[in-house]
């Protein structure tokens, strides 16, 4: 079953985020105050709809408490985007993300719990939705569209073993990304050897196409040998 995510707010920078959540897999619920704003993406998200997120017994009938991601991402609201992010935590969903204007708002969306706060001049929606619900992801940096670094720590299933048993071996592995180092300690190991073995307190430095960091990232198989190739190519 795929994660489940909700955005509130489907403004310019609520968009980006939402299509790109979409795009890695989740089942993703817009909601916006704005009617037409919510029918402009009934085709391009699992499900948007006209709602008032600032009451609990509408989140509640969305069946929001079993959502694994929530994000507010309210603009200029700040009642409406500090009444969301308290709720969301008060139904329980796992992790929340808020949108801040100012250090203020930051501080009082910090105070009601939320797990992350994000100001959108400083992180495009897109860039942010690669790190988003994924404990693993330290750091991603957008090359072009398409192409980034990510740095992350290394997922259990791949503790222990080399990288070559990890698939991550050689300049392009199996998941057709690069393996451009790895931090371990003072000392960064760059470009190193298929049979490095991976160890809990590395840090791995990745690039290659978003959606393979994201599966890598997320301690998913890697692609059949003819998505590679063409993922590659």
Known sequence: MANQAIVIGLGRYGQSLAKELYTLGFDVLGIDIDAQVAQDFTD?????????????????????????????????????????TLLLKTLGVKHVVARANNDLHASTLEKLGADRV???EQEAGHQLAQNLFNPNVREYVE?????????????????????????LGGTRDKYGI??????????????????????????????????????????ESPPSKSRTASKVS
């Open 44 to 84: 391009q998200l699992t499900y948007a709809v006209k709602a008032d997120a600032t009451s609990e017994s509408v989140l509640r009938e969305m069946g929001v408490p079993n959502f694994d991601l929530g994000v507010v991402a309210i603009g200029t609201d700040i009642q409406s985007s500090v009444m969301a």
């Open 118 to 120: 994000v100001y959108p």
């Open 178 to 219: 690069a393996v451009l180092a790895i931090k371990r300690g003072r000392d960064p190991i760059l470009f190193p050897a298929k049979d490095e073995i991976v160890e809990a307190s590395d840090i791995l430095f990745v690039a290659g196409k978003t959606d393979l960091l994201a599966r890598v990232t997320r301690g």
């Open 143 to 167: 090359i072009t569209k398409d192409f980034g670094i990510s740095e992350f720590k290394p997922p259990d299933h791949i503790i222990g073993i080399t990288l070559e048993e990890a698939g």
